[in-house]
């Protein structure tokens, strides 16, 4: 079992930890904010029940198999920038990845920071595979999971119900061999 200490990183810029009661009024103020909204699937009004649910105090201690934990990006001090969710299959071997930025500090690089920081432990961690799928219109996302050594594997159609209608879902993975040859490649 992966331990959520191990999920406490430290990047140049960044501290990834599990969510807090905390950070809920941060989390629900960018939630809503339509420009962030639109390529995700959680319903709106996007409320603080909602996101209590995300929020544990004390901090849980491990992933668990089959859920999803939710873990905060903030800048070192504690103010919430976004949001990183992880889900592992019930083996604990695969995991789906999504990410959040609060508009305000998207555009600086910040969310690549935080996705490859915690792909690079979860694969330390020895999962075999972390797989996040996209709306076809989210260009930017798209661009964040290529930058950081994920492949295009396809377009499942009409894959996700969101808000009244079906969307199509972009998928991409990354494999503990592409994430290595992709840091060691000539750039």
């Keep these: 079992m992966v331990t959520m200490s191990t999920f406490r990183l430290r990047t140049r810029r960044l501290t990834i930890r599990p969510l807090a009661p905390r950070d809920i009024p941060d989390f629900v103020r960018y939630r809503n904010v339509d420009r962030v909204a639109r390529f995700q699937d959680w319903p709106l009004p996007y409320t603080?029940?909602?996101?209590?649910?995300?929020?544990?105090?004390?901090?849980i201690t491990s992933l668990v198999p089959g859920e999803w934990v939710q873990l905060a990006i903030?800048?070192?001090?504690?103010?919430?920038?976004?949001?990183?969710?992880?889900?592992?299959?019930?083996?604990?071997q695969v995991a789906t990845i999504g990410y959040t930025l609060a508009p305000e500090h998207q555009g600086r690089g910040l969310a690549s920071e935080a996705v490859g920081a915690l792909v690079d432990r979860l694969f330390e961690h020895g999962v075999h595979r972390i797989a996040?799928?996209?709306?076809?219109?989210?260009?930017?996302?798209?661009?964040?999971?290529?930058?950081?050594?994920?492949?295009?594997?396809?377009r499942l159609r009409e894959a996700s119900y969101a808000r009244g209608g079906w969307t199509d879902d972009e998928?991409?993975?990354?494999?503990?061999?592409?994430?290595?040859?992709?840091?060691?490649?000539?750039?």
């Design 48 to 59: 603080t029940g909602m996101a209590l649910q995300l929020a544990h105090d004390p901090p």
């Design 132 to 154: 996040a799928t996209l709306d076809p219109d989210n260009v930017a996302s798209a661009r964040l999971v290529e930058r950081l050594g994920f492949r295009y594997e396809g």
């Design 74 to 92: 903030d800048d070192g001090t504690g103010d919430l920038l976004g949001d990183l969710g992880v889900h592992l299959d019930e083996g604990g």
């Design 171 to 187: 998928c991409y993975a990354v494999l503990p061999t592409d994430r290595r040859d992709w840091l060691s490649r000539s750039t």
